[in-house]
């Protein structure tokens, strides 16, 4: 494909998806349903097909040298294709938000007032690794009566050109428009920056991956770009913890997977409970073989079985088995450590101490922050969602997972008796 094409061929693609969003947004319940009932089906009867697609793009990104991490992203396993399905029906049964009215009130003069929910409209991913990501983000785009505009990495390309072809086919079979649902089928880069210029078609930008990548989206985006830079998520282990409660928290956060942006990534431990607790997560974790980069005062503890950590330790996002560890005087140092260090991503207490776990959830800034659990359930699908299309800490228009309710909006609607303004 030539670079004079690669307009042309975003354009086409910006005015399709334009057109089937409107067509998406005015379509019934029962046939968005349909259509993820039917996708379910097919991925579960062209498993095969999905694994062979999935298996160019896992050979090719061998070849290319991509770390651990990033091939268990790029994996469909018969696990992930499971969840993939698992996913559809899921969302399927959920409600559907379009048209629902939010609130309602009259004013004096007999004036019904009231706010609809309503889709965005087309919406641009752009992702990498992680192919499930095309269905997920597909089945939450459906159900919210958005079209969307999918751009994987080059290294997904067979795995999301074949899960596009199985959405297409369940969309036409339920009777909706298959452009409501495009994957760009060029790995060009100039259609990345092609796509970032069509605000007359495309409503707002999802970025997901690394943060460079999500930087250069948000920098040369012309519409709204919903995103998370980073996912430094950290525990603080209280005084008042239960320590073998805390201690599977805090290895499930790290040892899960590792490479997720929900994933561990500094440990904080009360002065307390830290000569009892630090040489239980040595133990544990070392096993695991995670390399813990300690303070000084946690280096005393754990001796040999740390390294000493250094200031860019302190915020930084791993991707690996490496924590940062830091034990801290009080609630209120861990709190001044995650407000300086932290990502907005996924903060956790673990306490018994009810008035501080109610204090750390008000006073503690992050898109999720929880109670005696792992920093692993900040995901759509574990929070009851269904899946999500990405998890944003930048607020407007939404704070954490975004699922089908967050992928709607809401506009005001006004219900006469022939009210003139006076």
């Known amino acids: 494909m030539s670079e004079q094409s690669i307009p042309e061929l975003m354009q086409s693609i910006g005015r399709r998806a334009k057109a089937a969003s409107r067509t998406l947004a005015a379509a019934s319940p029962a046939a968005k349903s349909k259509a993820l009932d039917i996708l379910a089906d097919l991925i579960e009867q062209r498993g095969d097909q999905i694994t062979a697609a999935n298996d160019k793009d896992l050979a090719a990104a061998r070849e290319r040298g991509l770390d651990a991490a990033r091939l268990d992203r790029l994996a469909l396993t018969p696990g992930v294709q499971a969840e993939m399905a698992n996913a559809c029906r899921h969302v399927s049964a959920m409600d559907d938000p379009v048209g629902a009215m939010e609130a309602m009130w009259q004013r004096p003069n007999g004036l019904q007032v009231g706010k609809m929910r309503i889709p965005l409209g087309v919406i641009a991913m752009i992702y990498e690794s992680r192919p499930n990501v095309t269905v997920d983000s597909g089945i939450l785009c459906l159900k919210a009566g958005n079209a969307i505009i999918l751009r994987g990495g080059s290294e997904a390309i067979h795995s999301n050109l074949f899960l596009a072809s199985l959405v297409h086919e369940a969309l036409e079979t339920a ?69 073998d409660e805390a201690l599977p928290i805090v290895h499930n956060g790290k040892c899960h997977r590792p490479g997720v942006c929900n994933a561990l990534e500094a440990l904080l431990v009360h002065q307390d409970v830290a000569k009892r607790f630090l040489p239980m997560v040595a133990d544990k974790l070392g096993g695991e073989g995670v390399e813990l980069r300690a303070c000084p005062r946690s280096l005393e503890i754990l001796a040999d079985k740390a390294v000493p950590a250094t200031e860019e330790d302190w915020g930084q996002e791993f991707h690996a088995l490496i924590m940062a560890v830091k034990v801290v005087g009080s609630m209120q140092e861990a709190q001044d450590h995650i407000a300086e260090h932290g990502s907005n991503h996924t903060e956790i207490i673990c306490t018994s101490n009810y008035e501080r776990a109610m204090r750390f959830l008000r006073e503690v800034d992050a898109s999720m922050v929880g109670v005696n659990a792992s920093s692993r359930f900040n995901d759509g699908g574990q929070l009851g969602l269904g899946a999500e299309i990405g998890i944003s800490t930048s607020k407007l228009h939404s704070y954490g997972p975004m699922g089908v309710k967050e992928l709607t909006t809401t506009k005001f609607v006004a219900l006469g008796t022939g009210q003139i303004r006076s």
């Open 175 to 243: 009777g909706l428009p298959a452009d409501a649902v495009q994957v760009v089928p060029t790995t060009d880069r100039a259609a990345v920056q092609e796509l970032l210029t069509l605000e007359e078609y495309v409503d707002v930008v999802i970025p997901r991956g690394g943060e460079t990548l999500i930087r250069a989206v948000t920098e040369g985006a012309r519409m709204p770009v919903l995103k998370h830079y980073k996912g430094v998520c950290h525990v603080y282990v209280d005084a008042d913890a239960d320590l």
